[in-house]
């Protein structure tokens, strides 16, 4: 039997462009990466398309949950800001399913629990409100009126955009505060205080507009004047439509089990009460709902893209038959035939996975941007994202990286 030596002339010490140290007994982590990412150089277009297919899945996932928890963020800091504390109050129906009312003393009796730091009640008004008398009655724009007093905004906890709120003396004259809808939907936003709206036949002057109240969109469609000038220019009743409250953190609940005796004691039962602060925790809830599905399409796009690193892995083995049996002519054992293919899949899928990282971080930050929320970059992730491509490379790479091992040196070397 004849044995080939490296070194004898006539035998190349390594094939060109490749290391010579796979002929020796032992190589190093970055030797098998050098060697690796030598292989995939060599392929260049092919390794490109095959790495864009990781990073196509990567990004996809990366973008799933960096758009759905930079929602989920913007809610939460929103619900922070504003707070959870905030109780309504309003009126249900009957035992024989008639609308029910609130007695006019119940904002009184709700002020008398202890925790309550707040409460007002309001009172809707049946009134059309619009920017000229030349207007139809029925072109309201969605915009309710309401009644309220001065307390209003210091228990909902808002702010004024400009002008000033309303007060013991223009409660009793036809001005109006305008919410912040309210006043977009009348065009009355750029314009500011000093114009003048037509409600229920009746011209009222713009003294104030509010700043958006997210937990209170009906406020934010309203236009509120005061009681006194509404009853007497619309016949109110000073009965409340819907009571708002303001208690402490720690006594939330408590007060909203004592709420619906509170403010009608004759009639509890028909009284509702509901948290607001809880309709924004279920959108941030709901933000990650779809979060499995788009998960799942990217897994698919993971699988393709590993499909396609044992295909191009395959097809290497194959093509480089000559070369796996040279380096085990020169003294390459199976495992380092087996940690170069194995090293170059995990090098290309781990590519893939880093631009797969970076691209979901973009679009993430892009979209989170547009939307104006808080851009939040998840790090199960960054992490994740990049593992499992590796992970992926590497059970893609497994197989074509033992076939290339047992190629025989003499069968490879025949069909040089």
């Not at 990366?62 to 619900?79: N, Q, Y």
């Not at 439509?241 to 004592?258: L, T």
């Not at 796996?324 to 390459?332: C, E, F, S, T, V």
């Amino acid at each position: 039997m004849t044995t080939i030596e490296a070194g004898r002339p006539g035998v190349p010490e390594a094939l060109p462009g490749r290391d010579a140290r796979l002929g020796r007994g032992h190589v190093g982590i970055l030797d098998l990466a050098r060697i690796g990412a030598g292989g995939l150089r060599a392929r260049r277009i092919r390794t490109g398309l095959t790495a864009l297919g990781i990073a196509i899945g990567i990004a996809a996932m990366m973008s799933v949950l960096g758009i759905s928890e930079s929602s989920r963020a913007d809610l939460l800091a929103t619900l922070d800001r504003l707070g959870t504390n905030l109780l309504t109050v309003n009126a249900g129906q009957t035992l024989f399913g008639e609308s029910a009312a609130l007695p006019e003393e119940a904002p009184a009796m709700i002020g008398r629990i202890g925790p309550v730091e707040g409460v007002s009640g309001v009172e809707l008004i049946q009134a059309s409100v619009r920017r000229t008398d030349l207007i139809p009655k029925s072109e309201t724009g969605g915009i309710s009126v309401v009644a309220a007093d001065a307390s209003l905004l210091g228990t909902l906890e808002g702010t004024l955009a400009d002008g000033r709120n309303l007060d013991a003396a223009t409660a009793r004259y036809p001005t109006v505060v305008l919410g912040a809808t309210a006043a977009r939907r009348l065009g009355i936003a750029d314009v500011g205080i000093g114009a003048v709206v037509d409600i229920g036949g009746h011209w009222f002057a713009v003294i104030g507009i509010l700043e958006p109240l997210p937990l209170t969109p009906e406020i934010d469609r309203a236009a509120i004047i005061g009681l006194p000038v509404a009853r007497d220019l619309f016949e109110a009743t000073g009965s409340p439509s819907m009571i708002y409250v303001r208690a402490s953190d720690a006594a939330i609940d408590d007060v909203r089990a004592v709420l619906p005796a509170s403010a009608n004691p004759s009639n509890p039962e028909e009284v509702q009460v509901s948290r607001p602060s809880e309709a924004i925790a279920a959108r941030a809830a709901a933000a990650t709902t779809f979060t499995a599905l788009f998960l799942g399409l990217g897994a698919v796009a993971l699988l393709v893209g590993g499909l396609g690193i044992a295909n191009v892995m395959l097809m290497a083995v194959l093509e480089r038959r000559s070369e796996i049996g040279l380096r085990r002519a020169l003294g390459a054992t199976r495992g380092h035939i087996v940690g170069q293919f194995l090293t170059e899949s995990l090098v290309l899928a781990g590519s893939g996975g880093i631009a797969g990282v970076a691209l979901g971080s973009v679009v993430t930050i892009v979209y989170a941007g547009s939307q104006g929320w808080l851009v939040a970059l998840p790090w199960v992730g960054i992490v994740g994202g990049v593992g499992l491509a590796v992970a992926i490379g590497a059970v893609a790479g497994l197989y074509p990286a033992i076939r290339a091992a047992r190629t025989a040196p003499t069968d490879a070397l025949r069909t040089a």
